[in-house]
């Protein structure tokens, strides 16, 4: 699918879709004391590791599912491979581009243009109906009006939802509007496409039938999931498992990719 | 450039789905913004209707220059009344009235008297201006004028009183009396309880002027009746040109003549009594920038509330790829739709809050149209509410254009 304007971003294309290498993100809790702070003896805030040396690389037609507990670091890696955040240390490339290396507006861009996101809690636009919502991502684009509503038509009614074009969230079903959602993260035919707990609100008859929608459209993207649902993970070709901020269990290092790729070349 | 358009044009129809779909707080927000607007032109609308009022008082007088000993004070010792610090008015006066150009000059004295509709019943206190002759520039709705004032008799205060008095509308009502009706009044109780007095006529001319009730009585009565025969004390002199004379000649003259006494136009009188009034100015100026500054904060607030409320939204969109154009312009315009409707509705409901609020200033103080808009009081308020609106807006866009995207997810 073609997103319809021209691509603004300089991106990779024999690179693999994301790639973490050694990233490491710590979080202050509170506020680093001025200097009055230290005249009055307040002391340096504690921090958190959020991730520790995480490696991490993803091909296209891939999906990882990530887990872990509660605090583990699922999201925040998610807010990383998205470029959503920038890690402290080491680095996170998305079709070959570094997102420390952008600017925020830069980043903003790639997301735009690279990465489709699924959040467990839709946030979907209330005033808009279902189509408008699929097409705002193609607004920022500058893609003609029937353009937009032909491609978010397209995809509505690949999503099952060809009835439900000019419903607004609020008259759909918690299932329909993560489906919404879903088209919404194909709509500019992103190589990267990250669902952030896609089941987490949904009853499991539902959730099921939105993981079977969400496989069957992201069969060429490189997909990133992290659930604590067991039969999200389960629609992963590798499971990836975070302790404390550490990948674990299926460790893939961003070398043992390296080697991968240059094997398959073999 | 069409890129560009595209977003704005769908920053737009953002924006506008949006209020549509929370129309009770849009409504809510338009109504804050209008009440924000109507307390500025309300009270800049009261302030300018002071002064004008008061202009107009002063020119409806129909005197041209006023001469006054020093500060023309109002003293709660007086209860509400001038002081009368201008001695020997009646000499004063018939000198002035020789000066060439000057075809009459007439003392005026305010002073606080008791009044009572019978002997025996509960005194209370107004106050009562005294006029020379039978005085003409008083206007009368009901009844007659005074007939004349006979008692001064050339200064000897044995001529026959008239015992004629006016009183104003809610001095009226207030005592419950109308023309033909006595009254008791007197500088002390017990001259009051001696003094009977025979309403003859309803007039507002003091009463507007002081802005408050008055009762109108000859001057040399209300010497009679306050003591003060000997030194004959007024408040002012008042005094009437020539039609060809000029003015600013006879003014300069008169100050030359008579340097211990203020000599001041209508204008430059009215001035003089506003200045001595700084503290009532000086709140009334408080209430005004409070006002308008509460204007501005309501109106800053109601916006950052609108768009706190969308805070999450919007950043969703941010982290889906919308750019900060985007999401500005859809907070931007809903800040200028909101300013505009609510200047508008603010601007419309001005006119009857004018009337009602003139309709109460009218029976509590006797001023009629107290509480005057002018367009560019009207313009203010709009200015306030939309540009206002519109800054809050874009201030509150650009901080969440630059808010990172998880902190509100």
Known sequence: ?266 | MRRLLTRIWGGLTLSTAQLRHHRLRLGLAIVGVALAVLAVTLLAGAGIGVLETGTQQFESADRDLWVTAGETRITSAGGGGFENSLYDSRSVAAEMEAHDGVRNAAPLAFETVYVATSPDAEFRTIVATGVPGSGASVTITDGESLSGDPHYAGGTYDGERTNEILIDEETARQLDVGVGDTLYVGGSLASARNNEMTVVGISPTFEQLLGTPTITVPLSELHAVTGETVFEPATFITITLEDDADAEAVQRDLEASYPEYEIRTNQEQLEAVLQEQVLVLAAAGTLVVLAIGAGIALTLTLLSLVVAQQRKTLAALRAIGLSPLVTSVAVIWQGVTIGLLGGLLGLALTPPAVALLNRLGGAVVGFDDLVRTATWVSLAGLLIAVGIGTLAAAIAGWRVGRTPVLEDL
């Not at chain 1, 707990?197 to 039938?209: A, I, N, V």
């Open chain 1, 1 to 266: 699918m073609d997103s319809g304007s021209t691509r603004a971003t300089d991106t990779d294309d024999s690179s693999p879709i994301v790639r973490a290498e050694g990233v490491t993100k710590r979080y202050t809790r509170g506020t680093t004391p001025g200097f009055f702070g230290r005249l009055l003896g307040r002391r340096e805030p504690p921090t958190v590791t959020a991730l520790e040396d995480v490696s991490l690389s993803i091909d296209a037609g891939e999906i990882v599912a990530i887990s872990g507990p509660s605090g583990s670091g699922k999201s925040t890696l998610l807010h990383h491979l998205a470029g959503l955040e920038v890690p402290d240390t080491g680095t996170v490339t998305i079709r070959g581009q570094s997102t420390s290396s952008l600017s925020r507006k830069r980043r903003t861009r790639l997301r735009l243009e690279q990465v489709g996101i699924v959040f467990q809690h839709f946030h979907l636009v209330e005033s808009l109906s279902a189509r408008a919502n699929v097409a705002l991502p193609l607004v920022e684009l500058g893609v003609p009006t029937s353009e937009r509503k032909r491609r978010a038509t397209d995809l509505l009614e690949r999503v099952d939802l060809g009835d439900r074009l000019d419903h607004r969230p609020g008259e759909l079903s918690g299932g329909e509007q993560q489906r919404v959602a879903i088209a919404r993260a194909l709509v500019t035919d992103p190589a990267l496409v990250i669902a952030d707990e896609p089941t987490g609100e949904l009853d499991s008859e539902t959730g099921q039938r939105v993981l079977e929608t969400f496989q069957g459209l992201t069969a060429d993207h490189a997909v990133v999931l992290a659930s604590h649902d067991q039969s999200a993970l389960a629609i992963g070709d590798r499971r990836i498992r975070l302790q404390d901020g550490a990948i674990v269990e299926g460790t893939d290092t961003a070398e043992t990719h390296d080697q991968q790729t240059q094997a398959k070349v073999e």
